[in-house]
């Protein structure tokens, strides 16, 4: 598919007045989405899991106007408090996506939105944020459309939730979401994230994900600084290679339920996402001393314990902890006793590999 064939051609259906509703959760990258080209194209392909239980809830009351507007007309409401600040990055995201939603300036919105996680956790909302929205806005284009297939819906959804954000396109369906064309992988594309097409063992079908809150503060670097960063850089084109090349190893790696070597292209991973912003320039240090004191308590508990937890990164200090869902038991005594010391007021979010986005 190409960007045409989002362009939606006439509407057979009229609506005034409604209302929409949906819940869309965040993703975790295994293979990371680190620089882009123009319209949001990612320069190397990713793929994720998608969480389940941090997520942003959107509600979108929709009435249409007695003509089109110039411009966008909306109200935010963050937490059930009007958010002026939010709304210039709304209003990014709905220039963006007017050529695919032309209806977009006939219709007032009122758009109430809030996240299952604490506010300044450090966890990252675009992803929930953007495709919760990217979704109240499809619905309300499947009541204009109604033929529309479900298909074409959620690729659309996730078309219109990368343009606000590039990972919010992977947050649409579950449980492990592939976005970036890659040559190995049947019907990737820039454009919208897929379910892994591929053979996935038992053992990553219940994976759990606890985040530890090392940080709450602001990002210290944005993602679009963060991506810009990766356009002068020394390091960019073997390390958009190595994407390709760790898509590649997950597959057989999925297939076998070879944990050892999920380990180490999931922590190298993380640990290239913040090598590459470490020599970048500008450079910036993204981990802070309980980030590495984590890292290292968990290598030499793995060592120790003979499970098969490891860590992954955003781009900040808050450590994903992953593991499988046999050994929560032990991993999650482990994370009481020695990792919570590390977390910012002692605070940690136990999430898991999830389904997707769903309408309320
Ligand atoms: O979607 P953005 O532009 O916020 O970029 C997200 C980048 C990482 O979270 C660091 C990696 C990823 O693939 O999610």
Redesign the pocket.
Known sequence: MTEKDFIPVAYTNDKATGVVSYKSPS???L????G?KDHQIPANP?I?FTLDHCATTTEVAYTKLEQAASDFSFDLFFEGKSKEDFKPKIKTFLNRIEGYLPFLKSYHFIIRTSNSFPHSSGI?S??SGMSALALCLMELERELNPGMTAEYFNKKASFLARLG????C?SIEGDIIQWGSHEETQGSSDLYGIKYPYKVHEVFKDFQDTILLVDKGQKQVS??V??NLMHEHPFASQRFAQAHENLFKLQSVFEEGNLSEFIKIVESEALT?HAMMMTSMPYFILMKPNTLEIINKIWAFREASNTHICFTL??GANVHVLYPANEKDLVIQFIKDELVAYCENGQYICDKIGYGARKL
């Open positions: 993703n975790i990258a293979v990371k989405y680190w882009k990713s994720s990252a675009s992803a954000s590039g990972s919010a992977r993602s679009s963060g991506h996402l955003d781009a």
